[in-house]
């Protein structure tokens, strides 16, 4: 259980920190500032997460709510892989 969480706590915020310097870096400076709002709504879920993340591993919430984080962070993955995309223009 411990190593699943690592394992998708470190995929998750890999993909983060990619897309943040993406989305002020691609295609060209100065950055979009679609790219920008982009990155700030993906940093606004990320910090979501965060906090239920320490609430979490403080006790405060119960182990049922560990799935709803997993959905969340998978939610991040896949917002974080839609906006790679959308930033290298790719499809």
């Known amino acids: 259980d411990r190593i699943i969480n690592l394992v ?4 998750t915020s890999l993909l983060i920190l990619v897309t943040l310097i ?3 870096v691609f295609p060209q400076l100065p950055p979009k500032p679609l790219n920008i709002f982009f990155a700030v709504c993906i940093s606004l879920s ?3 997460a965060c ?3 320490y609430w979490y591993r403080q006790g405060d919430l119960e182990p049922k709510f560990r799935n709803l984080i ?3 962070l998978f939610s991040i993955i896949l917002l974080c892989i839609c906006a790679n995309l959308y930033f290298h ?3």
């Open 8 to 11: 998708v706590g470190s995929l």
């Open 22 to 24: 993406s989305a002020f």
């Open 89 to 91: 223009d790719v499809g």
């Open 51 to 53: 906090i239920l993340i």
């Open 70 to 72: 997993y959905y969340i």
């Open 46 to 48: 990320s910090i979501t």
